[in-house]
């Protein structure tokens, strides 16, 4: 059996098998995820991840574990790639005591502060500025660590993006901006609403090094990544990076996707990133269908075994609805009437 | 009369007055092509066209003051923030302009457009997007802020609101869109600026609005049922100019108070009112005006815990029951 | 003790901190090369460097997200809002992120930081620069609101601010920069979330914060001399949390109080706590408890108009004399 | 006499002479007002217009009177240049009864509808979005008018900036974005906080045509404004001017300017507008001697007329508090105190 794949020789079999079981973790984690959402195991807004995974492995995988991410609502695939527990990930999502966040972020607030995920926000571009002063105490404190966002095309529009762009560029902060450009923001076809619809042209304005990937290629994210996040790591500053992808299911869970063609939609699932990455596999002859098999299936157990964990995870008890308002101050007013 | 939904209510005023006057327009996220995140614009953008129905950018700030512009260039815009949440990005365009620029133009400049937005919890979505902060926009000068709990005063206060020739915000819940009830079909315009009275009692005064409105009526029926208590319900309807007239009327009645509202206590509406009406009404109070807030923590997302973190219906019974000892 | 202003209060604080802790660094709008548009940071950037003391773009929103990330990277940041009236572009960081993010990650995540700014008209600064808007932070649960009258308290709770564990809004008001007070040299703290009592009396109850401490000391003081009233003067202090146990105290002995605020009344401070004050100590209250805010009306420009927008010491004088009827 | 400049033959003599008054007007305008501030007669903030004078003359000459304007707090100069007339714009300094928004706007608010001077607005980039509002409604309503916003360096680095070039070009709104680049914010340098110091070029990000002129040349801004408000009105969207200048007096009465040196400052003033217009048309012999001073005779009586009229106007009587809160709704609450 080869060991390398043609066109990527940096990369170990061992760590393509890797890519490739990390993308079907995600897939099978949000399949499951819909799923418990029909049986309202799971309530509020669920926006899965499902087509954008190469973009989330990829990228993580070039980044070092002391490097800070945060991400918006669209997180879980961030979370996985990061090595989030799963079982902790779907209890979050479930609103129980051993979710991530303890049952009171919920879907869109994932947050890790071990593994230095630092949260997901549901304010669109909200989170971008957090991006650039986590990276600020890096430098700051003279660490060897980056900061990284991952945000969606819509949320180039917002002020926050702007912002977060010119102060990053001008104090040359080491953070890394991954817009994940799905085409679309809930319904709005990128092209209605964004006067330049290549994102990584708009974020040239800045003077900083922008660059597109193909997000549906596992393989190209990580090495874009890669050489991006050693940019920022060595003192150039901000590094911003475009991952053209698409999401294969609705914005959220209430979406009845009007606004794009089916055939748009099957031209994209034509270049699933698991399918291309297993095809790209097998034709190097680095994997075998069995073990392609042997990967799903232990994807799937993992989720399974998530899905009855965060089900035996009990709910927050009553009194955690009034913690961790304030670090180190009693109880907050309304109490009495608990 | 016709039943109908608060949310077909509202989409019915928007179409009538689309009907009616060319120059108002709407504007907002996902208000055409998705057809509105709770679907009340659902079908308009096939019905009006693009330029009436306009999807914007997901940019707050620029959709505010895009409107505040073309309000001052004699359009009649309708703009829309998603949440209630999200208006903060716009809260300098809300505030420092829309409610100022008729004041520091020596009165040379009105701002008239209609902001509609949606406030509230319930809906699990977590700390972000589930607050109800329509009181802070009710403590600014040449804002009008209005807030129907009703099918019927939802469409009757939207049409007076695009027809008002200042800046409203337009404020609706989004646990009442399948609301339902009776409302005439075609025009007709509920005042803004007027509380009223949803149902009559002489033992105790309960002042409500938005969501809080329903739950205050539940808890009347259940007081008179249970206790033979009999509660007046005044529903505020618009909280700015807040018109507490009907309350200080009520409560000179009942001698007795309670004020239920979703927003956190401190700097709430419920303290206003309760200052006013110990003020106004002092000699006639046998009891201190008491409220009922949402404690003051943020939303958790964890469904046992966000029903913890709403007033209930048991929560204000017991307020009330105690108000009467 | 050595006599300073209230001005050099705060930069005192600011010095000692960042000469005790290498983790604290400044970031504004000209708080460096132009030495801040108050003058409190004048000569930073020459002795602490570009490090730590950080000229921002015009990017209120980003500095205040900025802020947050360092806090949660470990950095102990005081962010410069050059006025409140800019934190409105700035609030949904404050509010959605600055509060929140230890509640929604579940604790885990802290977010200690200081944001310091300056509330208030008086200066002819005209409707979009001479707000209090303070109260609506104070209604955030998350954040804690801090507004120091006196440069004593100024420097003692600004080193407070500095050491919390979470974020604080730090606000200032710009009439307050000359006034003078005794204030020790070197450290020492003034606890967050305690209210304290400027005057003692047995008349009346006055409470008040920021500029309106002055006002109430100043008419306190004619009260006295003119008809023999000893007002009590309580000085919040801090906003959030509001300590208004010794407004309780003060009005059991008093039973009469009047609250003066430099905010528009309806929704700001003033109502929470009279309606606090009736619940809490209805029994003790021989008067209902009055309240005096500025007008509804945004701050116009001219001299004459803007004495009339703001609460005075006249009308102070007369309310409180009202109250003792 | 001559009667074309060279380099310039649209313009017609007697419109260069205009340039010149305007240019003058404003300048003893600005002079005069610095001097009522040190009596007193002015209050709050008042940022000189001084140094600035050829962007307000050279671009609002270029406009039709129907067109919109918008400015930030240092407007005094596009006022003056729309025609306002100086008494009232003075009286307004003074916080009269007689000033343009009948004093209370001030310095930072002077409004002037009938000549659709829609407001000077004190919140840095806050005006932007309305200019994109008030194109709107001239493109919805079939008018053949633009709308047109001032404002400085500073304001690019505000997330109105970026919403409001983004949200205009989308729709292809007729306005036209003009940047006095005086490249100071306050005491902040342009090169300290914008990633991108040639501003123009942040403008190009949004797909619009943007361009840079002489700020310090009134016929090369004239020509600018008249090509790009054309181009515009024709339909082809939003458009962008840098114009690069210098303000030649502090940023505002408090300014002690310790940021920038003597040198630049004198550099600067070798550029001054008004005597290189001087100079240019006494060289094409386009101009006396004695009609310079006649010219700048007149622009001072203007101003010394503006200045007895403003002190003449009352103050606006006490009642003037409580109206113009809102449009036929009754007086506000707190009346009761007054
Ligand atoms: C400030 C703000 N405005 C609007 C929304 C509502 N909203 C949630 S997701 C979304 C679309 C975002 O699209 P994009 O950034 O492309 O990310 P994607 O969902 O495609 O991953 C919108 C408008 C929000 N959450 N926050
Ligand atoms: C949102 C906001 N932030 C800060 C300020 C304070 N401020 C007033 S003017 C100014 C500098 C603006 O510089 P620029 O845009 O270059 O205009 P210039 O004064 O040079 O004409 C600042 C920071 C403000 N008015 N508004
Ligand atoms: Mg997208
Ligand atoms: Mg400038």
Known sequence: MATRLPGAPALEREQLLDFLYQMLLIRRFEERSAEQYGRQKIGGFLHLYIGQEAV?????????????????????????????????????????EGGVSRGKGGSMHLFDKERHFLGGYAIVAGHLPIAVGLGLSGQ???QDRIAVAFFGDGAVNEGAFHESLNLAAVWKVPVL???????????????????????YKRALAYNLHAEQVDGMDVVAVYEATKRLAERARSGEGPMFLEAMTYRFRGHSMADPELYRSKEETQRWLGRDPIARLKDRLENADLLREEEYTDLDRRAREAVDEAV??????????????????????GPVRGRDHA | MPEITYREAISQALQEELNADERVFLMGEDIGAYGGSYAVTKGFLEAYGEKRVRDTPISEEAIVGCAIGAAMGGLKPIAELMTINFSLLAMDQIVNNAAKILYMSGGQVPVPFVLRTVSGGGLQ????????????YAQVPGLVVVAPATPYDAKGLLKSAIREPNPVLFVEHSLLYRVRGEVPEGDYTVPIGEADVKREGKDVT?????????????????LAREEGVEAEVVDLRTLRPLDLEPVFASVKKTNRAVIVEDAWQTGGLSGEIAGRIQDEV????????????APDVPMPYARNLEQLALPTADQLYDLVLETLQ
């Open chain 2, 125 to 136: 979505l977590g700390a972000q997007h589930s607050q109800s902060l329509e009181s802070w």
């Open chain 1, 177 to 199: 901006f991954i817009c994940e450009n799905n085409q679309y923001a809930m319904g709005t076809e990128i092209s209605r609403v964004s006067a330049e619809t290549e994102v």
């Open chain 1, 308 to 329: 009855r964990w965060a089900d035996a995870s009990p709910p927050p008890p009553p009194e955690a609805l009034w913690t961790d308002v304030y670090v180190g101050r």
């Open chain 2, 206 to 222: 309960i002042v409500a609005y938005l969501r809080t409105l329903g739950l205050a009526l539940e808890v009347a029926d259940r």
């Open chain 2, 282 to 293: 002092f000699d006639w109070l046998d009891a201190p005006v008491k409220r009922l807030n």
């Open chain 1, 140 to 142: 700051y404190l003279g």
């Open chain 1, 56 to 96: 989330a492995v990829g990228a993580v995988a070039a980044l070092s574990p002391e490097d800070y991410i945060v991400s918006h609502y669209r997180e879980h695939g961030h979370a996985l790639a990061r090595g989030c527990d799963p079982k902790r990930v779907m209890a979050e999502l479930f609103g129980r």
